[in-house]
Protein backbone atom coordinates (compact mmCIF):
# COMPACT_ATOMS: atom_id res chain seq x y z
CA UNK A 1 0.00 0.00 0.00
CA UNK A 2 1.29 3.51 -0.74
CA UNK A 3 0.59 6.70 1.08
CA UNK A 4 0.80 10.18 -0.91
CA UNK A 5 0.59 13.46 0.04
CA UNK A 6 1.25 16.54 -2.38
CA UNK A 7 2.67 20.05 -1.44
CA UNK A 8 3.58 22.84 -3.62
CA UNK A 9 0.31 24.14 -4.65
CA UNK A 10 -0.59 27.99 -4.38
CA UNK A 11 -1.61 31.07 -5.93
CA UNK A 12 0.50 32.57 -8.96
CA UNK A 13 0.59 35.33 -12.09
CA UNK A 14 0.26 33.70 -15.20
CA UNK A 15 2.97 32.98 -16.90
CA UNK A 16 4.54 31.94 -13.48
CA UNK A 17 6.12 28.54 -12.90
CA UNK A 18 5.19 26.38 -9.42
CA UNK A 19 6.89 22.57 -8.60
CA UNK A 20 4.71 20.31 -6.94
CA UNK A 21 5.83 17.38 -4.91
CA UNK A 22 4.41 14.24 -4.23
CA UNK A 23 6.12 11.85 -1.12
CA UNK A 24 4.96 8.86 -1.06
CA UNK A 25 5.09 6.72 2.42
CA UNK A 26 6.54 2.70 2.30
CA UNK A 27 9.62 1.15 0.39
CA UNK A 28 7.83 -0.25 -2.76
CA UNK A 29 8.07 3.18 -4.46
CA UNK A 30 10.08 2.64 -7.28
CA UNK A 31 7.51 -0.15 -8.04
CA UNK A 32 4.72 2.09 -9.11
CA UNK A 33 4.06 4.37 -12.08
CA UNK A 34 3.22 7.73 -11.08
CA UNK A 35 0.91 9.87 -12.38
CA UNK A 36 -0.78 13.84 -11.73
CA UNK A 37 -4.37 14.91 -12.68
CA UNK A 38 -6.01 17.75 -12.05
CA UNK A 39 -9.88 18.79 -11.33
CA UNK A 40 -10.79 22.30 -12.03
CA UNK A 41 -13.97 23.75 -10.38
CA UNK A 42 -17.49 22.12 -12.46
CA UNK A 43 -15.33 20.16 -14.35
CA UNK A 44 -14.08 16.32 -14.14
CA UNK A 45 -10.89 14.96 -12.93
CA UNK A 46 -8.43 15.03 -15.94
CA UNK A 47 -5.21 13.43 -16.50
CA UNK A 48 -1.83 15.56 -16.66
CA UNK A 49 1.17 13.67 -16.60
CA UNK A 50 2.28 10.05 -16.01
CA UNK A 51 5.92 8.56 -15.54
CA UNK A 52 6.82 5.25 -15.41
CA UNK A 53 8.62 3.46 -12.11
CA UNK A 54 12.48 4.12 -13.05
CA UNK A 55 11.59 7.79 -14.80
CA UNK A 56 12.40 6.10 -18.32
CA UNK A 57 8.76 7.03 -19.84
CA UNK A 58 6.98 10.38 -19.30
CA UNK A 59 3.25 10.85 -20.81
CA UNK A 60 1.62 14.21 -20.72
CA UNK A 61 -1.76 15.58 -21.78
CA UNK A 62 -1.40 17.72 -24.63
CA UNK A 63 -2.63 20.93 -22.99
CA UNK A 64 0.42 20.81 -20.95
CA UNK A 65 3.07 19.59 -23.40
CA UNK A 66 5.81 21.52 -23.35
CA UNK A 67 5.37 23.64 -20.46
CA UNK A 68 5.05 20.57 -17.75
CA UNK A 69 7.54 18.18 -16.85
CA UNK A 70 7.09 15.27 -14.25
CA UNK A 71 10.19 13.59 -12.54
CA UNK A 72 11.07 11.59 -9.96
CA UNK A 73 13.62 10.25 -7.19
CA UNK A 74 12.81 7.20 -5.81
CA UNK A 75 15.26 8.00 -3.17
CA UNK A 76 13.38 9.95 -1.55
CA UNK A 77 10.11 8.27 -2.52
CA UNK A 78 9.05 11.65 -4.49
CA UNK A 79 7.80 12.76 -7.89
CA UNK A 80 7.67 15.88 -8.56
CA UNK A 81 5.48 18.42 -11.56
CA UNK A 82 7.30 21.55 -12.86
CA UNK A 83 4.94 23.67 -14.29
CA UNK A 84 6.12 26.63 -16.43
CA UNK A 85 4.29 29.28 -18.29
CA UNK A 86 0.69 28.92 -16.06
CA UNK A 87 -2.33 29.79 -17.50
CA UNK A 88 -5.26 30.87 -15.75
CA UNK A 89 -7.19 27.40 -16.99
CA UNK A 90 -4.52 24.87 -15.54
CA UNK A 91 -6.32 27.09 -12.10
CA UNK A 92 -7.51 23.12 -10.47
CA UNK A 93 -6.75 21.18 -7.84
CA UNK A 94 -4.00 19.19 -8.13
CA UNK A 95 -3.43 14.76 -7.01
CA UNK A 96 -0.76 12.25 -7.42
CA UNK A 97 -1.87 9.07 -7.63
CA UNK A 98 -0.33 5.17 -8.38
CA UNK A 99 -0.18 2.34 -9.81
CA UNK A 100 1.67 -0.66 -11.04
CA UNK A 101 1.83 -0.46 -14.58
CA UNK A 102 1.87 2.29 -17.30
CA UNK A 103 -0.37 5.45 -17.45
CA UNK A 104 -4.25 4.28 -17.29
CA UNK A 105 -7.86 5.70 -16.94
CA UNK A 106 -8.23 7.68 -13.22
CA UNK A 107 -9.81 4.33 -11.95
CA UNK A 108 -6.98 2.53 -12.89
CA UNK A 109 -5.12 3.95 -10.06
CA UNK A 110 -5.67 2.65 -6.94
CA UNK A 111 -4.07 5.44 -4.71
CA UNK A 112 -4.39 9.03 -4.46
CA UNK A 113 -3.29 12.04 -2.57
CA UNK A 114 -5.50 14.42 -0.82
CA UNK A 115 -4.53 16.95 -3.29
CA UNK A 116 -2.91 20.58 -3.91
CA UNK A 117 -4.74 23.96 -4.77
CA UNK A 118 -3.30 25.74 -7.86
CA UNK A 119 -4.68 28.84 -8.87
CA UNK A 120 -3.39 30.78 -11.80
CA UNK A 121 -4.70 34.40 -11.81
CA UNK A 122 -3.82 38.23 -12.45
Known amino acids: QVQLEESGGGAVQPGGSLRLSCAASGRTFSTYGMGWFRQAPGKEREFVAH????????YYADSVKGRFTISRDNAKNTVYLQMNSLKPEDTAVYYCAARQGSPGREYEYPYWGQGTQVTVSS
Open 51 to 58: ISRLGINT
